[in-house]
């Protein structure tokens, strides 16, 4: 069986990049990304020629595991890329209850210039978690990191949410101050 032609241009990143996983984390992010390019598969090219990739990943070990949702984008097949990273929760916050923990809800669209997703993840507020910003449609309070009910009284657990985002081509405002400063959260922003 011969490889998809595509596959020879994406294929030495992606075979180092995947290099240093564990195989239970290849395994997981595999079934995950298939899952992704099922879904995604058709609107993953702007009329740009802009591509993007989707993907949530299981990093570190023990209590510091945490599920890492990524999104790559490119406008040259991939020779360089813009990360972004849209959440990075605490694996074992909800405790799961059952797999997949995270739920299959990965789903990427691209619409003129944009990409448009959802992603599953825990719904801890807390900024550090979503390192490009979030806005919460309930009650949240990020100095606590606690979710209230309607009327800001009981707390509520901590569950997994779908999280919608959008990325379009132009790099975030912020991008300029962070390079200077060499800081390192403009890799995770998307900044080139």
């Known amino acids: 069986m011969s490889r998809p032609?595509?596959?020879?241009?994406?294929?030495?990143?992606?075979r180092r990049w995947l290099a240093g996983w564990t195989l239970r984390g290849r395994l997981i992010t595999g079934l995950v990304a298939l899952l992704a390019?099922?879904?995604?598969?058709?609107?993953?090219?702007?009329?740009?020629?802009?591509?993007?990739?989707?993907?949530?990943?299981?990093?570190?070990?023990?209590?510091?595991q945490r599920w890492v949702t990524?999104?790559?984008?490119s406008n040259d097949g991939y020779k360089t890329r813009r990360e972004y990273t849209l959440a990075t929760v605490p694996s074992n916050v909800p405790q799961p209850v059952i797999q997949p923990f995270i739920g299959d809800y990965i789903e990427l669209r691209a619409v003129g210039q944009n990409f448009y997703g959802v992603f599953s993840a825990a719904n801890t507020p807390d900024s550090l978690n979503f390192p490009n910003g979030v806005t919460f449609g309930r009650n949240a309070d990020f100095a606590k990191h606690l979710l209230r009910n309607a009327h800001g009284g009981l707390t509520i657990g901590v569950s997994i949410d779908p999280f919608f985002f959008?990325?379009?081509?132009?790099?975030?405002?912020?991008?300029?101050?962070?390079?200077?400063?060499r800081d390192p959260r403009a890799l995770e922003i998307g900044c080139r």
């Open 70 to 73: 990524r999104l790559f984008t």
């Open 37 to 64: 390019v099922a879904c995604a598969a058709v609107g993953l090219v702007t009329y740009l020629a802009l591509r993007g990739f989707l993907f949530q990943q299981l990093q570190g070990t023990g209590t510091k």
């Open 5 to 14: 032609a595509a596959a020879g241009r994406q294929g030495p990143w992606l």
């Open 166 to 181: 959008m990325v379009g081509p132009n790099e975030n405002r912020s991008c300029n101050a962070l390079r200077t400063k």
